[in-house]
């Protein structure tokens, strides 16, 4: 059963309809529209090149020394994979612990974001003395985006949009070996 309150982002809909958004809105309707693209088009490679039992979970909200978000949590027989999804356009660059989009900085990190998701979930099973298989990954799904990784990333996977089905695929094959 569906949540009955409303999204931020189908109030935002709903307002440019009426044509009631000021700017700064109206910017924040098209960056969440993008990532919940982004989203469904993870979640419609899921349904297509992984397992029928596979159990996903999209925008959960957890609490861990603070409030924090995994955009797309898999949980399959083998294992929990949380994912960070980004649907940018443009050249996107990881250098120096810094995100650049066509050469801006930007204040939003995408790789922090994934990390901490991943190291808040680990430190959560952890405690419950739960042992399981986890493996964290941005997955860059903009079909216009490039990815460009100057520095070394741990904990993480970087998957851009070509590599998305074989990423899908190794996790079958992983729970197929499990």
């Known amino acids: 059963m569906r949540n009955q309150q409303l999204t931020k982002l189908e109030i935002l ?3 440019d309809k009426r044509k009631a958004l000021p700017e700064d809105l109206e910017n924040e309707r098209i960056r969440l529209d993008m990532g919940n693209q982004g989203e469904q ?10 397992c029928e ?12 020394f603070g409030k924090f978000e995994c955009d797309l949590l898999l949980l399959t027989t083998a294992g929990i994979y949380p994912f960070e999804i980004k649907n940018y356009t443009g050249k996107f660059e990881f250098r120096k612990s810094q995100c650049l989009i ?3 900085k930007i204040g939003h990190n995408a790789i ?8 808040n979930i680990k430190s959560i099973l952890d405690a419950a003395s739960i042992p399981v298989n986890l493996q964290g990954a941005v997955i860059f799904i903009g079909s216009h985006n490039e990815v460009v990784i100057h520095d070394s990333i741990e904990d993480i996977d ?15 094959q992983e729970e197929r070996s499990y």
């Open 13 to 15: 809909r709903e307002l």
């Open 41 to 50: 088009k993870v979640l419609s490679y899921i349904q297509q090149f992984g």
């Open 53 to 64: 039992h596979w159990q996903v979970i999209p925008n959960l909200w957890l609490h861990y």
């Open 102 to 104: 066509n050469g801006k």
């Open 112 to 119: 922090a974001q994934a990390q901490k998701v991943y190291i």
């Open 158 to 172: 970087i998957v851009r949009s070509t590599q998305l089905r074989n990423y899908i695929w190794k996790i079958a």
